[in-house]
């Protein structure tokens, strides 16, 4: 298998998200606006990159202690990411959307940075390697990134771009925005555990979802001429 199909294959769920949600999702314009949300998750690496890379290296950061590595999950994984994410969708043409196919673009933003992580992590795993990497094992890490890394960042998206949905509706509800930070944050956290410890990182998963349900079901029930 060559290194191309190892990038469609990254971006695999992304392509079945999209063709999944263009079919079924209501709305018009559902392959340009959709295309356009992915467009806005994939320049978001960037610049969440850029601060990541300087904001790592303060003091409070370079800690190896419990409570620093929790923090820095936080603050460099949870409250950059989906802030510069948040920012990034805030260019989705909120008044021209009804809020299943807004929702869904937020997702497909998050999926996007998602898939595009996973490719880093596969060249990196493969510059890495002492010797020559069999196509299994890249294949594994591209699986087990699809139903871990790529879904949380997925999710986390929708509740920022529900955070987003209310806000513009002036709906003041910071809540959806904190669980993404959290929640992602969390995820990095215990994902870097060999242990039980890391099953955690599962439950943060199965919370976001959880969450992306509950907002989106608060965001609907908004009155007809607000939402």
Request: with cysteine; hydrophobic share 60%.
């Amino acid at each position: 298998m060559n290194i191309f199909a190892l990038f469609a294959l990254s971006f695999l769920p992304l392509i079945t998200a999209f063709l999944l949600i263009v079919i079924l999702v209501p709305g018009q314009k559902k392959i340009r606006y959709g295309l356009f949300a992915c467009a806005l998750g994939l320049v978001t690496v960037a610049p969440a990159a850029f601060l990541q890379f300087f904001i790592l290296n303060l003091p409070i950061f370079t800690a190896n202690t419990v409570i620093n590595l929790l923090i820095t999950a936080i603050v460099f994984n949870g409250l950059i990411e989906e802030s510069v994410k948040m920012l990034f969708m805030s260019f989705l043409p909120f008044k021209k959307l009804n809020l299943p196919f807004y929702f869904c673009c937020a997702l497909l933003a998050g999926m996007t940075l998602g898939s595009f992580e996973s490719v880093i992590y596969m060249v990196k795993k493969i510059s890495g390697a002492s010797g020559p990497l069999g196509i299994s094992a890249i294949v594994n890490l591209l699986a087990a990134r699809a139903f871990t890394s790529v879904v949380i960042h997925t999710f986390c998206a929708g509740l920022s771009g529900l955070y987003l949905w209310l806000f513009k509706n002036k709906q003041s509800r910071l809540m959806p925005f904190v669980w993404a930070v959290l929640l992602h944050g969390t995820y990095n956290f215990f994902a870097g555990f060999a242990n039980t410890f890391y099953w955690f990182s599962v439950v943060a998963i199965l919370f976001a979802i959880l969450e992306c349900r509950i907002w989106y079901k608060e965001s609907a029930a908004l009155p007809q001429d607000v939402a």
